[in-house]
């Protein structure tokens, strides 16, 4: 069952309403004096006006959301028409052309060492909604009525809020896929870098906890112990290499550097250690237990997309679901 696509000229009317604009309101926000072409479908809306649009509404928090939403109406193909495959759907003009606005993660910004921008994580929901056989195909689709938000709810999220748990679930099997395969290291080590940050800040791992429910969230308090630990051991290291306390700067580039494999830095740091009266004995444990924590949580949420694969099986298209028992099988 194809999954729904809203028309954008809809999207906008209630975006606006929620706005307590008027249409001559949104012309002046947006600064396009023609708007109630947009809403009646006159005249569609182009990649260079949807920033405008997300700023006039107040959504620039859900500016994944908008351009995901734009994305479908442009590129999914309505009913009658064949399907698209978006690597030939000429694409590259639009992405361009569209807002490159950062994510703001607020206090949880030591996640990562670089924010995606919202532009990304739009495109990882369509990768995570149509991604078949190693192409992004996009079926036929009738625009649908949009969805009457819940109290309290926007209508972006009425509407697509659901593509959400579509990119957490292929990312999550991009991260299996690659630490199954013996060629993926340059992949893998991109991957893990971005989250070496933790490291240096085992606070951000219990504020991550908090988003979760047991066991999930336990097995994150105890990662997030498990790094604290981890970080004495860089501390003494880098210690006893220049005599003076590190920053946490200096914490978070011998992470990165660990991480990233860059053992001719590592091995910098230990001959200076070595130089200035020897390296210390290093404890084992933190390592140990990150290990097996990292092991069960990723046992855990593999069975977490399994049992979702099985709730899902009525719901699926035979040769989708012959594909998802393959990549299982595979994996």
């Not at 969230?217 to 006893?240: G, I, N």
Request: with cysteine.
């Amino acid at each position: 069952m194809p999954h729904p696509v809203y028309p954008f000229k809809a999207l906008l009317r209630s975006l606006r309403a929620q706005a307590g604009l008027s249409v001559l309101g949104a012309a002046e926000a947006t600064e396009y004096w023609n708007y109630e072409r947009w809403e009646s479908g006159q005249t569609r809306v182009t990649a260079r006006n949807v920033g405008a649009i997300a700023a006039a509404f107040g959504v620039t928090d859900e500016l994944w959301l908008l351009l995901y939403a734009w994305l479908a109406d442009r590129y999914v193909p309505t009913r009658g028409q064949g399907s698209v495959d978006l690597q030939h759907a000429n694409i590259i003009k639009a992405l361009r052309q569209l807002p490159a606005d950062v994510v703001d993660l607020g206090p949880n910004k030591d996640l990562v060492i670089e924010p995606g921008r919202h532009l990304d994580l739009a495109l990882l929901c369509v990768l995570g909604r149509y991604w078949t056989r190693q192409r992004v195909v996009l079926p036929p689709t009738r625009r649908e009525a949009l969805p009457r938000p819940a109290p309290g709810q926007s209508p972006l999220a009425a509407a697509y809020g659901g593509v959400v748990l579509d990119m957490f679930n292929l990312v999550a099997r991009t991260i299996f896929s690659l630490t199954r395969e013996a060629d993926c290291a340059e992949e893998l080590c991109s991957l893990t870098l971005n989250l070496s940050p933790m490291l240096t800040s085992p606070s951000a791992l219990h504020r991550l906890a908090a988003e979760f429910e047991p066991p999930m969230a336990d097995d994150l308090h105890q990662a997030a112990r498990a790094t604290a630990r981890f970080r004495v051991e860089l501390a003494r290291l880098l210690e006893a290499s220049t005599g003076v306390p590190p920053t946490d700067d200096d914490l978070g580039q011998l992470a990165i550097d660990l991480f990233a494999m860059r053992m001719d830095r590592v091995s910098q740091v230990i001959e200076a250690a070595h130089q200035r009266g020897g390296v210390p004995d290093p404890d084992p444990e933190p390592m140990i237990d990150l290990t097996m924590i990292s092991t069960h949580m990723k046992e855990r949420l593999d069975e977490e997309i399994r049992q979702q694969f099985v709730e899902q099986i009525p719901h699926l298209d035979p040769v989708d679901l012959l594909d998802a028992i393959s990549a299982i099988h595979a994996n």
